[in-house]
T-cell receptor, first 115, second 118 residues
């Protein structure tokens, strides 16, 4: 069974540009969450999508957005990049079935560097 | 607001030693879930264990064991007979119990860097 796949693995962008990151969840998983990991702030929740709807959102500016497609694949977009957006962006998928609170399975992340 | 505190930042042990990683959490929810994840240098967060708030039974799984105590809001994780391959950053995490049952928003601690020396 394939795990969570994130593309690209590494990305270098210039300040002011925008970027789109992609996440393919584990087959059958309907919930996709995104996290930002930086040395200073640690792991922080960005948002979660379930059945193409954003169900929860963290405390990030509107420059951070996302979407989920009918096949559960998700993309996140960051517009007007700032140096502080340099981070490891992790995607997680979970089964989200019934009343079970299932564990999240993470991808290897996309390392974004803003110069 | 939820909060997870991992007071230890770095731990170094010699192979075969036992090591306990501490985790203290804060939440107003009466139903919640606790997790431990491991992050090797490759960057991927690897799920280790999960425990829900209404089950304080402590278990052992192979070389891993955990001690969940609601009275002290602690969820400590122990690795028995550590190995070099256990070297990684370990995160404790907390999630709310949504009515949907989805694990969608994890609050993480800052992580503990564990180094196991041969």
């Amino acid at each position: 069974k394939a795990g969570v796949t994130q593309t690209p693995r590494y990305l270098i962008k210039t300040r002011g540009q925008q970027v789109t990151l992609s996440c393919s969840p584990i087959s059958g998983h309907r919930s996709v969450s995104w996290y930002q990991q930086t040395p200073g702030q640690g792991l922080q929740f960005l948002f979660e999508y379930f059945s193409e709807t954003q169900r929860n959102k963290g405390n990030f500016p509107g420059r951070f957005s996302g979407r989920q497609f009918s096949n559960s694949r998700s993309e996140m977009n960051v517009s007007t990049l700032e140096l502080g957006d340099s981070a490891l962006y992790l995607c997680a998928s979970s089964l989200a079935q019934g009343a079970r609170n299932t564990e999240a399975f993470f991808g290897q992340g996309t390392r974004l560097t803003v110069v | 607001a939820q909060k997870v505190t991992q007071a230890q930042t770095e731990i170094s042990v010699v192979e075969k030693e036992d090591v306990t990683l501490d985790c203290v959490y804060e939440t107003r929810d009466t139903t919640y879930y606790l997790f431990w994840y491991k992050q090797p240098p490759s960057g991927e967060l690897v799920f280790l264990i999960r425990r829900n708030s209404f089950d304080e039974q402590n278990e052992i799984s192979g070389r891993y064991s955990w001690n969940f105590q609601k009275s002290t809001s602690s969820f400590n994780f122990t690795i028995t007979a550590s190995q070099v391959v256990d070297s990684a950053v370990y995160f404790c995490a907390l999630s709310e119990a949504y009515y949907t049952g989805a694990n969608s928003k994890l609050t993480f601690g800052k992580g503990i860097t564990l180094s196991v020396r041969p």
